[in-house]
Each structure stands twice: as structure tokens, then as C-alpha cells.
């Protein structure tokens, strides 16, 4: 075997084993799942005194017109033959309060916002004053009451306040709270690692069985299972379809 054979075997035998010992990627040790960082902060911003809020006097609501001024007396004319007593109407049932005046949709029920800015008001109506405002699309929020095109609406963060219903999609979605959450491979603790998902990022769920303790959601390119203690976005014990 000649010298040139010799140190060309050699050379590919050092270049497997520098490729070998190197990690997977920079940074990044072997076994390590990524980290999912929140894109936009998931909390409402309080509206500033001038500009976007409402003078406080349109806070109040307007006042009712005047009563109509009572009709003339009527004209002497012969006694007429009186009409049979119609039967009164049965009274309408009452409003259910778990469900919405409006929409008759359960209540409370979970949505998402529209939008990527929503204006969060004191009262159903643009004449009450803008409180905060939110500048986070898809942000979960817990609908508790209805009024015509207005729904009040609660955060993670217990931030209440009215929406148009026209700023609110029923598209699933959820907030990590609390901690960083591990998302999981399988609906088990000890299940592989998919990634690690930092407070205030916002994803998808994609199932919740009733009564379940995991749901399988979505972050970007990420599926996984998180429990349902870890996250903002659906009610105890409630079943979230696909």
C-alpha cells in the first residue's frame, strides 16, 4: 500500500470523527426540544386620557325623550256596540341565562379577537369611554354577557370590558399562563418533549375531550398535547371539537 493511500485513510477516518462529536446545531445540545416564543404581548393596554378615550360625560347613558303630549278629547258621537274583548297574549318565555339575548349561543363561551388592535369600552355603545385596547389577533377571551351587537368580554388577566361582536371569531385558540409549558408528544408527562412553549404564546386547540385533562393544540409548525390546567381558553371540563 503505498504513502498516499495511507494518509488519504487517514484524513476521511479524522473527518468522521470531528463530524461525529459535533452537536446538531449551534447552541443547541442533543436532545434539547426548541423554545416557541410569544410573537406580541398578550395583555390589554390601558387607553390613554386624550385622543383615543371619550370625554366622561359621554360615559352616562343619554337621557330618554320627553312622553308624548296627550291626545284631544274625543268627539261626542252615538253610542256604538262594543267589541268582544280580545284574548291577551300569553306572556313570552322567559330569557335563558345561559345562553346569549343575542346570538341565543351558550353562556359563557370562549372566542378570539379579530382583529390585531380591538378597543375594549366601559359600556355596550361608542359613546362610552375606550378603557384599553388590545393589539393581539387571535387573543382567547371568555364571552359572560351579551347586549345587541355588543358581548362583554374577560382576559386571562381578569381585564373586562365590551367588544362589537363584529371584533370576535369563534376560531379556537389558547395563551400559555402561569409558566413556560412543555408541549408533549403524547397526552402523558413523561411523554417526549415537542417543545417548550414560553408564557403568552397563543396557539391553536385542536381537540378537548369532555371532562379531559390534556387537549392536543398547535403552535406555528408544532402539535402536541398540553393539560388543560396550563393554558387560557376553554372552560372546565368542556369538549372543544376539531
Known sequence: MSVATSMTGLRLALLGLLL?????????????PPVVRAHGSAHAVKAPANGIATSPALALPLPLPPP????????RAAAAKPEPATPA????????????SNSGFPIPRFVSLRAAQVNLRA??????????VYQRRDLPVEIEREFDIWRLIRDADGVRGWVQEVMVMGRRMFEVTGVDRTLRHDPDDKSTAVAT???????????CAAKADWCQ???DDYRGWLRREEFWGTLPDEAVGN
Open 20 to 32: 461525529m462529536a459535533m452537536p446538531p446545531a449551534w447552541g443547541q445540545s442533543v436532545g434539547t
Open 68 to 75: 308624548p303630549a296627550p291626545p284631544p278629547p274625543p268627539l
Open 89 to 100: 297574549k300569553p306572556a313570552p318565555p322567559p330569557q335563558d341565562p345561559n345562553k346569549g
Open 123 to 132: 359600556g355596550p355603545g361608542e359613546r362610552y369611554q375606550i378603557e384599553w
Open 197 to 207: 412553549l414560553k408564557v403568552g404564546v397563543i396557539g391553536r386547540i385542536r381537540s
Open 217 to 219: 393544540v398547535q403552535v
